[in-house]
């Protein structure tokens, strides 16, 4: 904060000025729709299908343990190195392109392209498994019993869902998802590989001003490293009353 506000300078005396934010305006507007676009795709894509396997994993039969461990397998993949498997698997002159059966037809620009793809899939495939994870930890426990209460009640299977299966996920539901959206905000990696040289994100965008040999430029890294910062903890909360709320019902 004391760097990008001009309250801690390289070189000269301290002034308190908004030239960082200023002068980078345009695209740190252009970056922050970018972040927001990532995270809020990510966390829907992974809340989504978290949640879908989740319902899978809680279901006692024989394939619980082999659904679990499939499940569980991207959980302890670093993001490097899952970004650096789906740019070899949807890059124009990836593994899916080739075992589309042809390189000679229009490929979509999935890797580097003007919408981020390649990053959402990433993250939607590294946290839906966390998600599924701890929404079936947190409902594992009691599910059976309140379903079997249900059921001699007369529930059907729509209404044990929509009453009893639903509720009880939704506090980790909602949790994994700010969490999700957080992380994926200020992620780097992911987007420095996959992502396009322009629009970046955030982070890349605060990391390649900060690594560029005009030193002039850390305070406006600094500003970039701020925002993201500030857009994290607005979400934060905004998002902590919704938890609660649900949580408590």
């Given at each position: 904060?004391?760097?990008?506000?001009?309250?801690?300078?390289?070189?000269?005396?301290?002034?308190?000025?908004?030239?960082?934010?200023?002068?980078?305006?345009?695209?740190?507007?252009?970056?922050?729709?970018?972040?927001?676009?990532?995270?809020?795709?990510?966390?829907?894509?992974?809340?989504?299908?978290?949640?879908?396997?989740?319902?899978?994993?809680?279901?006692?039969?024989?394939?619980?343990?082999?659904?679990?461990?499939?499940?569980?397998?991207?959980?302890?993949?670093?993001?490097?190195?899952?970004?650096?498997?789906?740019?070899?698997?949807?890059?124009?002159?990836?593994?899916?392109?080739?075992?589309?059966?042809?390189?000679?037809?229009?490929?979509?620009?999935?890797?580097?392209?003007?919408?981020?793809?390649?990053?959402?899939?990433?993250?939607?495939?590294?946290?839906?498994?966390?998600?599924?994870?701890?929404?079936?930890?947190?409902?594992?426990?009691?599910?059976?019993?309140y379903l079997e209460a249900a059921?001699?009640?007369?529930?059907?299977?729509?209404?044990?869902?929509?009453?009893?299966?639903?509720?009880?996920?939704?506090?980790?539901?909602?949790?994994?998802?700010?969490?999700?959206?957080?992380?994926?905000?200020?992620?780097?990696?992911?987007?420095?590989?996959?992502?396009?040289?322009?629009?970046?994100?955030?982070?890349?965008?605060?990391?390649?001003?900060?690594?560029?040999?005009?030193?002039?430029?850390?305070?406006?890294?600094?500003?970039?490293?701020?925002?993201?910062?500030?857009?994290?903890?607005?979400?934060?909360?905004?998002?902590?009353?919704?938890?609660?709320?649900?949580?408590?019902?």
């Amino acid at each position: 904060m004391l760097t990008a506000t001009g309250l801690m300078p390289l070189a000269g005396q301290p002034r308190f000025s908004l030239d960082a934010f200023t002068s980078q305006a345009p695209d740190l507007l252009t970056s922050a729709r970018e972040s927001l676009l990532i995270s809020m795709s990510a966390t829907t894509i992974s809340a989504a299908v978290g949640l879908a396997v989740a319902l899978l994993l809680v279901r006692a039969d024989r394939l619980t343990r082999w659904l679990t461990a499939a499940a569980a397998a991207p959980v302890p993949v670093a993001h490097i190195v899952g970004a650096a498997s789906f740019a070899l698997l949807l890059s124009d002159s990836g593994i899916a392109r080739r075992a589309w059966g042809s390189v000679t037809t229009p490929w979509p620009e999935l890797v580097g392209g003007p919408w981020p793809v390649a990053i959402v899939a990433e993250f939607a495939w590294k946290e839906s498994a966390f998600v599924a994870l701890v929404i079936t930890a947190s409902v594992a426990p009691r599910l059976q019993e309140y379903l079997e209460a249900a059921s001699m009640l007369g529930a059907g299977a729509g209404a044990r869902l929509r009453h009893v299966t639903l509720p009880l996920a939704a506090p980790a539901l909602y949790g994994t998802g700010v969490i999700v959206f957080l992380y994926t905000l200020g992620s780097y990696e992911v987007a420095w590989v996959l992502g396009a040289a322009y629009p970046e994100s955030l982070p890349v965008m605060a990391y390649r001003l900060f690594g560029s040999i005009d030193v002039t430029t850390r305070p406006q890294a600094a500003a970039v490293a701020l925002t993201t910062t500030l857009m994290a903890l607005g979400a934060a909360a905004a998002s902590a009353p919704l938890i609660r709320r649900v949580s408590a019902r």
